[in-house]
């Protein structure tokens, strides 16, 4: 009778296994499978000048606002895969901030122009242009600290296919009794499309490594968040530099009563191998959770070379298990009113400071 036993014991352990085999599947079929996602925004603001002048050599349709001016350009292009908590993406962006005092851009659309000021003049100059354009991929990771509490990060690299920098700073001074100008400025650039006598060869590309990091709570009653966004290295092999100091007289005008005058121009072009840290923009939030699924906010985020962007916003729903959402969103300096919808998984934002071409900034995503 044993082996009846045996028989018997293996026809048990065969249908086990048989019967375990749509259990199996079944969970491989309950696995979340792989999403993707494709973003695109566009941001443009310029607090000179309208956006319809943007690619215009127009230096007489600038009309810059009290203290310090801001031109900013973020756009992107991203495909990303989400499995749990990891995100994988492929990426195109280009960035671009200019910070320019009133007097500096007052002064070059007057000079441009031909016009001369009716009194002495005495202004100190300074303006700031940074730029980056590439692609790349990109990683990050969420993680649950605690019960409302969550932390994320992602690195990014890039190979990039422009860099520019510029910074120009220095006194001007006028004289109304003779009609003398007088610049002491120092420029410093850096640009992979700069030219000058004997440019050797260098890098047709460089590289850029970005870190950005977030943490998050959300309450019953209240939420907040901080991000650290796009601080990193960047290199590029060779890449033309400048460095150049302006110091001349102006004595007369022309005809059509633009100036006249003989630069002294001292300076020197390196193409040294550069590397360069990044300085972080950071992003500060806080607000509030109403009754009906109603959140408000308030939002500030540090731009280097200019200072805060403070934002006000108010919206219902977040978007959670495809139920729909809407808001607003107020930028105080960009003066523009953002619009922000989702559903299913589609989210847009759009928003404007006016309609039309005398726009200054919009934001679209």
């Known amino acids: 009778m044993s082996w009846r036993r045996a028989a018997a014991a293996r026809a048990c352990a065969l249908a ?3 019967a375990c085999v749509p259990a199996a599947g079944a969970r491989a079929q309950e696995a979340p499978a792989p999403t993707w996602q494709l973003q695109l925004h566009s941001i443009r603001h310029s607090d000179a000048l309208r956006l319809a ?3 215009r050599d127009d230096w007489q349709a600038v009309a810059p606002r009290p203290g310090r001016n801001l031109t ?3 756009e992107g292009l991203r495909l990303e895969t989400r499995r749990g908590a990891w995100t994988w993406a492929l990426l195109a962006r280009s960035q671009a901030t200019l910070v320019a005092s009133e007097p500096t851009l007052t002064l070059a659309r007057d000079i441009d122009g031909g016009r001369r000021p009716g009194a002495d003049l005495a202004l ?10 590439g692609g790349g991929l990109a990683l990050g990771r969420e993680h649950v600290l605690a019960e409302g509490w969550r932390a994320g990060w992602e690195l990014q690299g890039l190979s990039l296919a422009r860099w520019l920098e510029r910074r120009l700073a220095g006194p001007v001074r006028f004289r109304a009794a003779n009609g003398n100008y007088g610049f002491a400025l120092h420029s410093t650039e850096l640009d992979n499309r700069l030219d000058f006598p004997f440019r050797r060869d260098f890098a047709r590309r460089g590289s850029a490594l970005l870190l950005s990091a977030t943490l998050a709570w959300n309450g019953e009653r209240a939420w907040a968040r901080a991000a650290l966004h796009d601080g990193g290295w960047l290199r590029w ?6 460095d150049a100091t302006l110091d ?3 004595q007369a005008v ?15 072009n390196t193409q040294d191998g550069l590397q360069r840290l990044l300085p972080w923009r950071t992003s500060l939030a806080a607000g509030l959770r109403l009754g009906q ?13 200019f200072g805060w962007l403070p934002a006000v916003s108010w919206q219902v729903g977040d978007g959670a298990g495809g139920a729909p959402s809407y808001g607003l969103r107020w930028q105080w300096h960009e003066r523009r009113l953002v619009l922000l919808a989702g559903w299913r998984g589609f989210s847009l934002r759009a928003g404007a400071d006016r309609l039309g071409a005398a726009a200054r900034s919009r934001d679209g995503d």
């Open 16 to 18: 086990a296994a048989l």
């Open 53 to 55: 002048d943007f690619d």
């Open 72 to 74: 900013t350009l973020d």
């Open 124 to 133: 100190q100059v300074q303006a700031r242009l940074r730029g980056t354009s």
């Open 237 to 242: 092999r060779g890449m033309p530099q400048q």
């Open 248 to 250: 001349t007289t102006t």
């Open 254 to 268: 022309d005809a059509e009563g633009f100036l006249i005058y003989q630069p002294l121009i001292e300076g020197r």
């Open 293 to 305: 699924d109603q959140r408000l906010g308030l939002h500030a985020e540090s731009l280097p070379d």
